[in-house]
């Protein structure tokens, strides 16, 4: 049988009022991607407006390229996907297996209450589906509950990007939410390692990533919840 992942990507790309260009950062989604891909996934992208989400600028520049940005980039299946997401609002939890989100600052300041996704992962949670975030991406379970009306990281092993993590790229004072606090003070049993080093959690099916680096591991961690559901 073949898995149907949804993917759901940021459609903000303003950096607070910095003047400066977010979205979400391309080695995110390149890297699971064709985790999935290769794994023989179907994936379907989505995004709040539809159409093609904000990449932020500096995840698309040479110092920030991998193996799997090059081969997204130079693929054009993969770019003709990513141009036409369908809306969050669009796509329903039961036509899918998995659910998993990249980061990128985007996500902070749409993701994080837009309705339609909380209700999306809500419902993936309902159905006892995995769900998989990584980097700043798991602000988007920030009013995410589960049956009872607890938020789904408390009393969860979780990761995100770190408080060290934000200071070190010069944001603690832009971001309207800084992760690890969040994931803290929601009751999650945040952990992390090393800045910028890779790491994922898994709790249940709930699969968190660290950081761009953790992109891909957190991927096949939630392809090894998939294989044991």
């Known amino acids: 049988m073949t898995n149907k992942i949804l993917v759901v990507l940021t459609s903000h790309d303003r950096l607070g009022d910095t003047g400066e260009k977010t979205g979400f950062w391309l080695e995110e989604l390149a890297a699971p991607y064709y985790a999935f ?3 023989g996934a179907e994936i379907t992208l989505a995004s ?4 093609q989400p904000p990449i932020d600028p500096k995840s698309a520049s040479p110092d920030f390229q991998t193996d799997a940005t090059r081969r997204f980039e130079a693929d054009g299946a993969a770019m003709a996907d990513l141009a036409a997401t369908k809306r969050v609002s669009e796509v329903n939890a039961s036509d899918f297996d998995a659910i998993f989100y990249p980061g990128g600052h985007g996500p902070l300041w749409d ?3 837009d309705q339609n996704s909380i ?8 159905q006892d589906k995995p769900v998989g975030a990584v980097c700043h991406a798991p602000v988007v379970f920030l009013n995410v509950k589960d049956a ?3 938020p ?6 979780v990761t995100g990007f770190t408080n060290g993590e934000e200071d070190a790229v010069g ?4 971001v309207p939410h800084l992760v690890e606090d969040m994931l803290t003070d929601l009751g999650g049993l945040y952990a992390k390692t090393e800045d910028w080093a890779p790491f994922t959690q898994r709790d249940g099916k709930l699969v968190t990533g660290q950081n761009p680096a953790s992109s891909e591991a957190a991927a096949k961690e939630l392809l090894s919840v998939l294989a044991e559901s």
């Open 37 to 39: 891909k290769d794994a």
């Open 48 to 51: 709040p407006k539809g159409g």
């Open 111 to 113: 993701l994080v209450s």
């Open 119 to 126: 209700q999306l992962i809500e419902a993936f949670w309902g």
């Open 148 to 150: 009872d009306g607890a």
């Open 152 to 157: 789904i990281v408390k009393g969860r092993r």
């Open 171 to 174: 944001l603690t004072d832009v």
